[in-house]
Nanobody, 119 residues
Framework: QVQLVESGGGLVQAGGSLRLSCAAS????????MGWSLQVQGKQRELVAT???????TYADFVKGRFTISRENAKNTVYLQMNSLKPEDTALYYC?????????????WGRGTQVTVSS
């Protein structure tokens, strides 16, 4: 089973920047997109950004203009450059890999990396 390993989280002041990285331990059959979701304690996990194999990007409205997703497809690696961070961006950020094979769609998750933005 593939493992997704995130890095780059931490504590930053409001207005600062962080860059998250995520690398997959092996190949992912049927991989079609990689991205990031976040979860605040007590709330549902929500999508932040994804990027497909062909380069199509999707961003949540609350990060548009501030966050940028990028990938190295050959390495099954995805990054999230986060600028102009706000206290409300504080959350556990999960790497995700979306794939389709057989008759189903699947999402693999990393274990998460904490981002804390102080005011």
């Amino acid at each position: 089973q593939v493992q997704l390993v995130e890095s780059g989280g931490g504590l930053v002041q409001a207005g600062g920047s962080l860059r998250l990285s995520c690398a997959a331990s092996g190949s992912i059959p049927g991989l079609n997109a990689m991205g990031w979701s976040l979860q605040v304690q007590g709330k549902q996990r929500e999508l932040v950004a994804t990027k497909t194999n062909s380069g199509t990007t999707t961003y949540a409205d609350f990060v548009k203009g501030r966050f940028t997703i990028s990938r190295e497809n050959a390495k099954n690696t995805v990054y999230l450059q986060m600028n102009s961070l706000k206290p409300e961006d504080t959350a556990l950020y999960y790497c995700r890999a979306d794939s389709d094979y057989g008759s189903g769609s699947f999402v693999d998750w990393g274990r998460g990396t904490q981002v804390t933005v102080s005011s």
